[in-house]
T-cell receptor, first 113, second 117 residues
Framework: GNSVTQMEGPVTLSEEAFLTINCTYT??????LFWYVQYPGEGLQLLLK?????DKGSNKGFEATYRKETTSFHLEKGSVQVSDSAVYFC????????????FGKGTRLSVIA | GAVVSQHPSWVICKSGTSVKIECRSL??????MFWYRQFPKQSLMLMAT?????????EQGVEKDKFLINHASLTLSTLTVTSAHPEDSSFYIC?????????????FGEGSRLTVL
């Protein structure tokens, strides 16, 4: 079956540090890949997505590239801010309509000033 | 983007009572909605797939008689936690996907935090 594995946290970084959160996946077909972010006490928000191999998703300074050869979708940001402190979830979907997303376990990021 | 709204955002109830959580798609129709439960260590567990006009599909290990799901219209799904106990305390999140999208992304509600005393 499909699965997502992401690096375990928590991750603590100083402001302006470089961020990488690793994510690898297992899928039977050609999934779409997502990063969602959850701020404290809130639901999940879509951060970025990529729907096919070699696509790069980007938003708010975050980037992730869909690498089919390594089945990876690592999240990166060049310079994190305190406001980036949140839980980040990697997810995949192999369809639309009635197929749910498969999530990784989430990685908590804390950025300190 | 599409908007999904949940109500209430938090609720406290006594053990043995039932609690209903509503999930609405505000600007699109959703024949399918998904209910997730989030545990303290942050992982998300898919509880069930809610199908408009038919029975929900529950994941293995989720008690269908305890977590009643009703999807009576194309914009509303409800989750009722029946005879709630402290171990049901959790953060429940619903999600839906606009029918016209083919990219697979889900839009999530704000979540509902349930505390059972």
């Amino acid at each position: 079956g499909n699965s997502v594995t992401q690096m375990e946290g928590p991750v603590t970084l100083s402001e302006e540090a470089f961020l990488t959160i690793n994510c690898t996946y297992t899928a039977t077909g050609y999934p779409s890949l997502f990063w969602y972010v959850q701020y404290p006490g809130e639901g999940l928000q879509l951060l970025l997505k990529a729907t096919k191999a070699d696509d790069k998703g980007s938003n708010k300074g975050f980037e992730a590239t869909y690498r089919k050869e390594t089945t990876s979708f690592h999240l990166e940001k060049g310079s994190v801010q305190v406001s980036d402190s949140a839980v980040y979830f990697c997810a995949l979907s192999e369809g639309s309509g009635n197929t749910p997303l498969v999530f990784g376990k989430g990685t908590r990021l804390s950025v300190i000033a | 983007g599409a908007v999904v709204s949940q109500h209430p955002s938090w609720v406290i109830c006594k053990s043995g009572t039932s609690v209903k959580i509503e999930c609405r798609s505000l600007d699109f129709q959703a024949t399918t909605m998904f209910w997730y439960r989030q545990f303290p260590k942050q992982s998300l567990m898919l509880m069930a797939t809610s199908n408009e006009g038919s029975k929900a599909t529950y994941e293995q290990g989720v008690e269908k008689d305890k977590f009643l799901i009703n999807h009576a219209s194309l914009t509303l799904s409800t989750l009722t936690v029946t005879s709630a106990h402290p171990e049901d305390s959790s953060f429940y999140i619903c999600s839906a996907r606009p029918g016209q999208t083919n990219t697979g992304e889900l839009f999530f509600g704000e979540g509902s935090r349930l505390t059972v005393l």
